[in-house]
C-alpha cells in the first residue's frame, strides 16, 4: 500500500471503481502496512466499517503500467473484482473525488477544524503551501531525486507572475528530521531572494494526515515529487488554486515509468 498519499490513491480508486459498477467495497484491515502505517482508526475511520480480516478472493485486475488505463468492468458479478496497482492518476476518480473526501474522512469539517486551529492570524487565501521531501530521498536519487532550490525558486516566480501579487505567507512542510536542513538550503536562500515573502514552517507537532489537510487549506501549492503533498494539492477542489508541480516526477531508475497522467493537466510543470 505504501505511505499515506499512495493509500489515498488505491482508495479512490476502489471507491470509484465500485460506485461505477455500482457494486459494494471493501479494504483488508491492518494496523500497518509493512512499515508504513494503515489509517482506518484515525484518519480513515470512517472507512473503518468497509473493511475486514478475512482474506478477500475474487479477479485481480493489475495495472498494466504506471500511465492511466479505463479498468475493464466485471461481467461476473458472483466474483469479487480485486484492484491491485498504484493507480496514480486523479483520472481514476476525479468525476467522484469530492464524494469520497467526504465518505472517507470528512473532509470538509477537517479544514474547519485545523482553520481554527492552524491558522491563527493567517488569512489563508493569501498561502501557498510548499512541501520538501527529503528523508530516504537522500539516498535514493537516481529513483526518487532531491529537488534543488532553484525548482522552488522558479515556482514561486511563476505564482507571482500569475497572480500578480507577492502578498503571500509561504506555509512550508517537511519531516522533523529535515527542518535544519530544509531552513539553510532553501529557506534562507528563498527569504534572501522573495523578501516580500513572509516564510513560516507548519506546526510539526499536526499529525501527518493534519498536515495534508492544512496543505489543502492553502490557496495555491508548490508540491514536491511526493504523493503525499500531491494530495494536499489536490484536496483543494478550488478552479482558482494554482499548482506548480516538478516535471520530472522520477529519477533516471524509474524513467520506465510513464508519468504523464499524473500530473493533472491544469497543474504546472515546472
Known sequence: ??????????????????????EPFIFTYAKMFGKRPAYWDTFLYPLRKFTTLNRIQGLVLREKGFHYEELPSNSNKLNNTILYGYFQSEKYFQEHCEEIAEMAFNLKEMKKILLEREFKGIDYKKTISMHFRLGDYMNLQDFHPVLPVTYYKNSLNALIERTKSIDWTVLYFCEDDDTEYVKQEYIKQLEKEFKGLV???????????EQMIMMSCCQHHIIANSSFSWWGAYLHFSSEKIVCSPAVWFGPKLLKNDTKDVIPDSWLKI
Not at 505504501?2 to 465500485?18: D, H, P
Not at 516564510?199 to 494526515?209: E, G, M
Open 1 to 22: 500500500m505504501g505511505g499515506l498519499g499512495n493509500q489515498l490513491f488505491q482508495i479512490f480508486t476502489t471507491i470509484a471503481y465500485a460506485l461505477k459498477q455500482n
Open 199 to 209: 516564510f513560516i514552517r507548519a506546526n510539526p507537532k499536526a499529525l501527518d494526515y
